[in-house]
């Protein structure tokens, strides 16, 4: 069975500083991976996703995320935040076939300027 | 193409009271997952249902529950509502392990 364990439930960090959001997973099948963001008062939509290939991953809104297979991890980063990135990050992992997607607990990201 | 549509935005129940909850997820897709997120916590994963079936459910009590219909939409039930049930109740459809994606959630409100 999958899981994922998000090691920050909040991350503060100042305007256009780099930022990392981690992830760590476990399965015993071959995972795909997501990056998903919830904005307030919003459903969540996909930032960005890894099912196979280049370990690393661009998504939107300038993030990207490393497929790292023998530490278990997939490390969300940033080079420069903006503002609105202020939100909800959430990690999942599921796995070829039927798999269940299991999310982990989330980050809340909060910019200050 | 339509994306996972959630039914009714808003609800607003008494204690004790049941409620129903809709989902229609993208077209062919097999798998519908139903999240609660209370106020200030995480997704609370509730439901999974994959072509018809239940595959797993969560830590929550019976007395939620659910279907998949022949169309794969779906359905989750909530009965002798408590307080702490008001909650965003969030639908997410995928296939095959993908991604999935997630409707705009109904807000749950029991008084």
């Known amino acids: 069975a999958q899981s994922v364990t998000q090691l920050d439930s909040q991350v503060p960090v100042f305007e256009e500083a780099p930022v990392e959001l981690r992830c760590n997973y476990s399965s015993s099948v071959s995972v795909y991976l997501f990056w998903y963001v919830q904005y307030p008062n919003q459903g969540l939509q996909l930032l960005l996703k890894y099912l196979s290939g280049s370990t690393l991953v661009k998504g939107i809104n300038g993030f990207e995320a490393e497929f790292n297979k023998s530490q278990t991890s997939f490390h969300l980063r940033k080079p420069s935040v903006h503002i609105s990135d202020t939100a909800e990050y959430f990690c999942a992992v599921s796995g070829q076939g039927a798999q269940k997607l299991v999310f982990g607990q989330g980050t809340r990201l909060t910019i200050n300027p | ?111």
């Open chain 2, 1 to 111: 193409e339509a994306g996972v549509t959630q039914s009714p935005t808003h609800l607003i129940k008494t204690r004790g009271q049941q409620a129903t909850l809709r989902c229609s997820p993208i077209s062919g897709h097999t798998s519908v997952y139903w999240y609660q997120q209370a106020l200030g916590l995480g997704l609370q994963f509730l439901l999974w249902y994959d072509e018809g079936e239940e595959r797993n459910r969560g830590n929550f009590p019976p007395r939620f529950s659910g279907r998949q219909f022949p169309n794969y939409s779906s359905e989750l039930n909530v009965n002798a509502l408590e307080l702490e049930d008001s909650a965003l109740y969030l639908c997410a459809s995928n296939v095959w392990g993908f991604e999935a994606f997630f409707g705009q959630g109904t807000r749950l409100t029991v008084v």
